[in-house]
C-alpha cells in the first residue's frame, strides 16, 4: 500500500485513501483478465483441440469433465486471494471482503475440481475388468456428498469468522435431523460395499424384481438408486437398499454357465393311456431314435414273462405308450445339436392333476440369447405336440366354446 502512495506522488498524484483502492482493485481486476486470457484462451484452447484431435480415452475424458477448467478457475483465485495479501492493508474492510470472497471462490472451485477428478477417475475405471465388480459409481457419489458438507461448513465459519469445529461440534445436536435427511444416501452407500463384497450385483446383470416390475439388465448402479433397462425399454428404478432388505434374482450365473434352462411340461390326457399292441411296437421299432430303447426293453420283459408264465395281464410286463413316449422324447433330446449334453437332462412324470398326466422336459440349451432361446423351446414343443399322436396319446384340453357347441348340435340331431 505505502508502495503504490509513493509511486502515485512521484507522478504528481495527490493519493488519498479512495484512490489507492481503485488503483490496487484496478490492477488485481487488470491482473485477473490477463491470467483468465491466457489460460482459457491459449492454454485450455490449445489443449481441447489437442484433445479432440486425439484418439487417447484419457485425454476426452478429461475434457469432458472439465477438470482443467475448474483448476484454472480455482488457480485464479488463489492469485487474486494472493494479491489481496500484498496490495491491501491487512485488517481494512477492503482486505477483508476481498480475500474472504477470494477464499470462497477458492473452496468453491477446489470443490468442483475434486468432483471432476473423480469423474475422471470413474470414466477411467471403465478399462479395468474389476471396476465393473465394484459399486464405483455410489461410492464416489458418497465422497462427494461428504467432501460438500465439509467444505460447506469451511465456508460457513468463513463468513462468520468462527472456527469449523465449533460448527462441527453443534452439528452433534442435529445428529438425528441429519440421519433422518441423508437416511437414503446413508443406507444406499451401505447397500453399495455390501453389494460389491458379497458379489450380489454388478453392471450389466439381468435382475429380476417383480416386487418392483424390474425384469431386465442393470445400468447404473448409484448411491440411493439402481436403474434397470425392462426389456420392454422402461426403466424401473430401486432404492439400493432394497436389494439388501428384499429379495431378487439375478441371472448371471444363468449367462456365465452358458445354457439356458427349458421347465416346462405338457399335458397328457390319462384315458389315453395303455399298453402298445404288437404291431404299434413294431411301428415304432422302425424309428431310429427309440430302436436301441425298444431292443432293450423288449428283450427284458420278454425275459420276465418267460420266467413268469401267466396268463393274467397283471403278472404280465408291457410296454406303455406313455413310458415309450418318454424314451423318444429323451433320445429325441440327447440328439439335439442346440441342447447340452453336460448339465441336467430328463423328461419326468409330475403328479396327475385335473388336467392331466403332466410330461415335463427339463434341459438346457447351449445359449443364453433370449430369441434364440425362445426359438429352440418352440421348435422342441412343435416336435412334441405333432409325434404325440404317433403314440396313441392325446393332449388334455378344457372344452372350448367350440366344442360345447358342436355336443349341443350333437344332441339336437
Excluded at 453392471?203 to 424384481?209: A, K, S, V
Excluded at 405338457?266 to 399292441?277: A, K
Excluded at 431310429?288 to 420278454?302: C, D, F, T, V
Excluded at 434364440?372 to 409325434?387: C, G
Aim: aromatic share 10%.
Amino acid at each position: 500500500m505505502q508502495e503504490l502512495i509513493s509511486a502515485l506522488e512521484q507522478y504528481g498524484i495527490e493519493p488519498n485513501h479512495t484512490t489507492s483502492l481503485i488503483v490496487i482493485f484496478g490492477i488485481i481486476f487488470l491482473t485477473a483478465l490477463v491470467v483468465h486470457f491466457i489460460l482459457h484462451g491459449i492454454v485450455l484452447r490449445a489443449f481441447e483441440k489437442r484433445a479432440k484431435s486425439s484418439s487417447s480415452l484419457s485425454l476426452q475424458i478429461i475434457t469432458q469433465n472439465k477438470l482443467f477448467q475448474r483448476l484454472a478457475f480455482l488457480l485464479q483465485g488463489i492469485i487474486v486471494n494472493v494479491q489481496a495479501v500484498l496490495w491491501l492493508q491487512k485488517g481494512s474492510d477492503a482486505a477483508v471482503i476481498l480475500t474472504t470472497c477470494a477464499q470462497l471462490w477458492v473452496m468453491l472451485y477446489a470443490l468442483m475440481s475434486f468432483f471432476s477428478l473423480l469423474d475422471v477417475i470413474f470414466g477411467l475405471s471403465g478399462r479395468f475388468s474389476f471396476a465393473s465388480q465394484l459399486p464405483l459409481k455410489g461410492i464416489f457419489q458418497g465422497v462427494k456428498l461428504l467432501a460438500a458438507i465439509v467444505v460447506g461448513i469451511m465456508m460457513v465459519s468463513l463468513l462468520i469468522g468462527k472456527s469449523p469445529a465449533i460448527l462441527i461440534s453443534g452439528l452433534g445436536a442435529m445428529a438425528a435431523v441429519l440421519m433422518l435427511v441423508f437416511k437414503d444416501p446413508i443406507l444406499g452407500l451401505v447397500a453399495g460395499i455390501q453389494l460389491s463384497a458379497n458379489s450380489m450385483l454388478k453392471m450389466g446383470d439381468w435382475l429380476e424384481m417383480p416386487k418392483y416390475g424390474a425384469d431386465g439388465a442393470v445400468i447404473d448402479i448409484g448411491l440411493t438408486t439402481v436403474k434397470v433397462r425392462n426389456w420392454d425399454n422402461t426403466i424401473t428404478t430401486i432404492p439400493t437398499y432394497a436389494l439388501v432388505s428384499d429379495a431378487f434374482k439375478n441371472w448371471s450365473g444363468m449367462s456365465a454357465s452358458g445354457g439356458r434352462r427349458i421347465k416346462r411340461s405338457v399335458n397328457i390326457d390319462t384315458t389315453s393311456i395303455r399298453f402298445l399292441s404288437q404291431d404299434e411296437q413294431e411301428k415304432l421299432f422302425k424309428a431310429k431314435l427309440l430302436q436301441p430303447y425298444m431292443a432293450e426293453r423288449g428283450k427284458e420283459i420278454s425275459e420276465y414273462n418267460q420266467q413268469n408264465a401267466d396268463d393274467s395281464v397283471l403278472n404280465q410286463r408291457r410296454m406303455t405308450n406313455v413310458g415309450t413316449f418318454r424314451a423318444y422324447l429323451n433320445e429325441y433330446l440327447r440328439n439335439h445339436p442346440r441342447i447340452r449334453k453336460d448339465m441336467t437332462l430328463m423328461v419326468r412324470q409330475l403328479a396327475p392333476e385335473s388336467e392331466g398326466l403332466p410330461v415335463e422336459i427339463y434341459a438346457f440349451t447351449n445359449t443364453v440369447v433370449w430369441a434364440e432361446y425362445e426359438s429352440i423351446q418352440a421348435d422342441i414343443f412343435d416336435h412334441i405336440f405333432a409325434v404325440v399322436d404317433e403314440f396313441g396319446l392325446r393332449i388334455h384340453q378344457t372344452p372350448t366354446g367350440n366344442d360345447m357347441r358342436a355336443i349341443a348340435g350333437a344332441f339336437e340331431r
